[in-house]
């Protein structure tokens, strides 16, 4: 599958995602598979049960809320209540709505919502949503107004998150150098914010960038539909990639290491972690990864293949397949993520 129709697939999946009565399985598989990473991601951030200092965290390609949800359940309430702050980004409306949503039942604190398209940082076109206690949120983002420098493009520098976290983000992010790497410089009441990386120009000097992505020998739901797919009566390919972006290795831990201590970056620390995710049983592997089947046919069957072998029949074949494999119950999934944090040094870049 070339990268950019895995990507453009990809995108198209996490919209449908949410426009169908998806939601829910969305929000399941978001709890057992990116959580427990997100929970891993915090802890080498230093962040977690222990923290008593007050932060400022900007979670760029936030999805549907997974860092600021384990932040709520993970971070003591006076020190979030203190002068702590999340600012959940990501590009999609439905996703960031989404959030919201999820603010508001789930009784989130400190916590505020934009559009911002990790590729610029750029608060042009957003929606603000802010959680009604957070109006005047230190993420609060002044609209510089017209005719000033900022109107061509909004600078979120001026917030200085004391942490920068991406979960599961890079590998999919259509321009992942463009998210890294500023390609003009911006300025900010007159002074150049220079051409410093994207996700690191927004951050305050001596604050943390935290990102996850999946290894290439990240086993997930791949494992279950090769082998489903290899037992069909028919030719289907299944190849899975862990990035569907052009640029960069993002699976690859040297390939990330060597990334972020070419930029500079302090104190670079590079981990796997690897975990199991349970599967209830073959019904709800289907309702979960229903899409990324869709994904996979789109990205890599023939259209006279599709239309022989339609998603029914394929989703059929899938479950009948995994029923008999794992007789009828559960069973864990084996997923590996690469878990990745660095310092930008005191006196920045
Ligand atoms: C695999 S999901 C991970 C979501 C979330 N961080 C989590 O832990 O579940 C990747 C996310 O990246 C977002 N994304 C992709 N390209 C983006 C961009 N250019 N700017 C902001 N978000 C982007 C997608 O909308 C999606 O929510």
């Known amino acids: 599958m070339s990268s950019t129709k895995g990507a453009a697939e990809l995108q198209r999946f996490f919209t449908k995602a949410l426009a169908d009565p998806k939601r829910d399985a969305l929000l399941d598989g978001a709890r057992r598979i990116c959580a427990p990473l997100a929970a891993r991601m915090l802890t080498q951030a230093g962040i977690g049960a222990e923290t008593t200092t007050p932060f400022k965290l900007f979670d760029n390609a936030c999805g549907p809320g997974v860092v600021a949800s384990e932040l709520q359940?993970?971070?003591?309430?006076?020190?979030?209540?203190?002068?702590?702050?999340?600012?959940?980004?990501?590009?999609?409306?439905?996703?960031?709505e989404l959030v919201q949503q999820r603010a508001e039942h789930e009784g989130w604190v400190k916590t505020e919502t934009k559009q911002i398209d990790a590729q610029v940082c750029d608060t042009r076109g957003s929606r603000t949503h802010p959680v009604p206690s957070l109006v005047s949120s230190p993420?609060?983002?002044?609209d510089p107004g017209p005719g000033s420098d900022q109107e061509q493009r909004p600078c979120l520098c001026n917030i200085h998150p004391s942490h920068v976290t991406t979960n599961i983000g890079f590998h999919v992010i259509p321009d992942s150098k463009a998210a890294l790497d500023v390609s003009s410089t911006v300025t900010h009441k007159d002074q150049p914010c220079v051409s410093t990386p994207e996700a690191i120009r927004v951050l305050k000097p001596g604050g943390t960038l935290a990102l996850t992505t999946w290894h290439h020998r990240n086993a997930g739901w791949a494992a279950d539909l090769q082998a489903a797919f290899a037992s069909f009566p028919f030719d289907a390919p299944c190849p899975v990639t862990q990035q569907t972006t052009r640029w960069g290795d993002w699976p690859d831990v040297n390939w990330v290491r060597k990334a972020l201590e070419q930029r500079s970056l302090e104190r670079v620390q590079v981990d796997v972690f690897a975990f199991l995710v349970s599967v209830d049983g073959a019904e709800h592997f289907v309702?979960?990864?229903?899409?990324?089947?869709?994904?996979?046919m789109a990205g890599s069957w023939s259209e006279e293949a599709r239309k022989e072998h339609g998603r029914e029949e394929v989703f059929g074949r899938v479950r009948d397949f995994l029923e008999e494999k794992y007789e009828g119950g559960a069973w864990d999934q084996t997923w590996i993520g690469v878990v990745a944090t660095a310092r930008l040094p005191e006196g920045g870049l």
């Open 73 to 96: 359940r993970l971070i003591k309430p006076a020190v979030l209540q203190q002068q702590s702050s999340i600012l959940c980004g990501d590009f999609s409306p439905q996703l960031v």
């Open 139 to 142: 993420f609060h983002i002044s």
């Open 287 to 296: 309702a979960g990864f229903e899409g990324m089947m869709d994904w996979v």
